[in-house]
């Protein structure tokens, strides 16, 4: 049972409506990064970019805001004082660790393994990360309806997955696939539900930009030393693109990091996951629909997740 119940009304209600925006938020900024990147020929520089520019963004605020620094002295005073652990300031490492599986393991399994990986991963583990209480929200016990609703957003990803244009083949030449290059991205995947959690117990003493913030600083200290091998062996790319709109994607980050450090307090890391991936797809149908491109497996994808996110709120609900 759930130590702090979470309804579907009022403020989950909320919570539910700011998972899609943060869905919505992560499908634009990876179409903004990945264009950068395919510009510098590197996702991890485009990623370290990406982190800088809303670093840069966020440090800017809190010079201006006393609240701001207000809050992040808060969070150093419960770290000092052992309300908040240090290993909660990590979630940043999470974020890193998403990106650079990407680059080590795409070109080798496809996109789509990938995405189902990362996918599983994040929905299954977000069960686990419920139970255990790491999110502010309270524990919340693993029923059939959570697992029900955990698998259904994993076929319906599987099945917008499939029914992308993108190659989803493995490299030639590599006839077996070493079983790390699966396991990295569903790590990633448990990584990404574990952040939520961490980031949303920070928000909860500082505030959602002060968790943001950390997260941050974390996550460039981790990229820059991940792409140092890179800078010092080939240098830095020989031209970085012009146009404005490659650069915003460390904002628009910065953007649904904070949302998320408020939701998951509101709804809880499954039903957090499970609105997010919906709000990708959701978007991700919206501007194929704008490209002409849109396909009926896209749609159906879509009602899967959405289903998947009735269900777990109902569970969430009873529990």
Same mark, same amino acid.
């Given at each position: 049972?759930?130590?702090?119940?979470?309804?579907?009304?009022?403020?989950?209600?909320?919570?539910?409506?700011?998972?899609? =925006?943060?869905?919505?938020?992560?499908?634009?900024?990876?179409?903004?990064? /990945? &264009?950068? %990147?395919?510009? #510098?020929?590197?996702?991890?520089?485009?990623?370290?970019?990406? @982190?800088?520019?809303?670093?840069?963004?966020?440090?800017?605020?809190?010079? =201006?805001?006393?609240?701001?620094?207000?809050?992040?002295? !808060?969070?150093?005073?419960?770290?000092?004082?052992?309300?908040?652990?240090? *290993?909660?300031?990590?979630?940043?490492? =999470?974020?890193?660790?998403?990106? &650079?599986?990407?680059?080590? !393991?795409?070109?080798?399994?496809?996109?789509?393994?990938?995405?189902?990986?990362?996918?599983?991963?994040?929905?299954?583990?977000?069960?686990?990360?419920?139970?255990?209480?790491?999110?502010?929200?309270?524990? !919340?016990?693993? !029923?059939?309806?959570?697992?029900?609703?955990?698998?259904?957003?994993?076929?319906?990803?599987?099945?917008?997955?499939?029914?992308?244009?993108?190659?989803?083949?493995?490299?030639? /030449?590599?006839?077996?696939?070493?079983?790390?290059?699966?396991?990295?991205?569903?790590?990633?995947?448990?990584? +990404?539900? *574990?952040?939520?959690?961490?980031?949303?117990?920070?928000?909860?003493? $500082?505030?959602? @930009?002060?968790?943001?913030?950390?997260?941050?600083?974390?996550?460039?200290?981790?990229?820059?030393?991940?792409?140092?091998?890179?800078?010092?062996?080939?240098? +830095?790319?020989?031209?970085?693109?012009?146009?404005?709109?490659?650069?915003? /994607? $460390?904002?628009?980050?910065? %953007? @649904?990091?904070?949302?998320?450090?408020?939701?998951? /307090?509101?709804?809880?890391?499954? #039903?957090? $996951?499970?609105?997010?991936?919906?709000?990708?797809?959701?978007?991700?149908?919206?501007?194929?629909?704008?490209?002409?491109?849109?396909?009926?497996?896209?749609?159906?994808?879509?009602?899967?997740?959405? =289903? &998947?996110?009735?269900?777990?709120?109902?569970?969430?609900?009873?529990?």
């Amino acid at each position: 049972m759930s130590e702090r119940g979470v309804g579907v009304s009022g403020r989950s209600g909320i919570g539910l409506v700011f998972g899609f =925006c943060i869905g919505a938020g992560v499908a634009v900024q990876g179409r903004v990064n /990945g &264009a950068l %990147g395919a510009e #510098l020929g590197d996702g991890v520089a485009a990623a370290t970019i990406s @982190f800088g520019t809303g670093l840069m963004v966020l440090l800017i605020a809190f010079a =201006c805001s006393p609240t701001l620094r207000t809050g992040f002295g !808060t969070v150093r005073n419960a770290v000092s004082q052992g309300s908040l652990r240090p *290993w909660h300031l990590l979630g940043g490492l =999470c974020g890193a660790f998403f990106v &650079a599986s990407q680059g080590l !393991t795409i070109a080798a399994i496809g996109v789509t393994a990938f995405t189902v990986a990362v996918v599983a991963g994040q929905l299954l583990s977000s069960l686990v990360v419920d139970r255990l209480g790491l999110a502010p929200n309270g524990r !919340t016990a693993i !029923t059939p309806l959570r697992v029900a609703a955990a698998v259904l957003g994993i076929g319906g990803v599987v099945l917008s997955a499939s029914g992308r244009s993108v190659p989803v083949t493995v490299v030639t /030449g590599v006839p077996d696939i070493p079983l790390l290059l699966i396991v990295l991205p569903a790590l990633a995947g448990v990584g +990404l539900a *574990w952040q939520q959690a961490v980031n949303g117990r920070v928000g909860a003493v $500082g505030g959602p @930009f002060t968790a943001t913030l950390v997260n941050f600083v974390v996550g460039l200290i981790a990229l820059f030393l991940f792409d140092l091998h890179t800078l010092t062996t080939t240098g +830095l790319p020989a031209q970085f693109p012009t146009e404005p709109w490659l650069y915003v /994607g $460390g904002v628009i980050g910065v %953007g @649904f990091i904070a949302l998320a450090a408020v939701t998951v /307090g509101m709804i809880g890391v499954l #039903l957090l $996951g499970l609105t997010s991936v919906a709000g990708q797809l959701v978007a991700a149908v919206l501007l194929d629909a704008a490209a002409g491109t849109l396909s009926r497996t896209a749609v159906l994808s879509c009602a899967i997740v959405l =289903c &998947a996110v009735v269900v777990a709120s109902r569970a969430t609900a009873s529990a």
